[in-house]
């Protein structure tokens, strides 16, 4: 199955959560090592859209908010290096939106 290339991706999930430093589960050191950091937020946007977002997603489990999905792939980030991600997905009754992304 393929997601709504519309999908909502919260500009705070990328700012207040993957790219910036967390004590715990922090996401921003893996991802700055292809070169995204808060100050490129919307390079990783864009790229969750071309390069994640077109891919398959599998599903995985079934909430109280919606189906989840997940999309397993490679982002080619800013500085050349390639990443594996693990993406978290989410459709609700009214819309497609994004949840998380894991190293893979």
Known sequence: MYLDPNAVIAQEKLTEYLLKFLPKDDKSQYLAQGGYTLDNW?????????????????????????????????????????????????????????ITLFPA
């Open 42 to 98: 919307q390079q990783l946007e864009k790229d969750l859209r071309e390069q994640i977002l077109i891919l398959e997603a599998q599903p995985t489990v079934k909430t109280q908010y919606g189906q989840k999905y997940q999309i397993i792939g490679f982002l080619t980030c800013p500085n050349g290096k390639i990443l594996r991600v693990k993406t978290i997905w989410i459709i609700t009754d009214t819309i497609t939106k994004f």
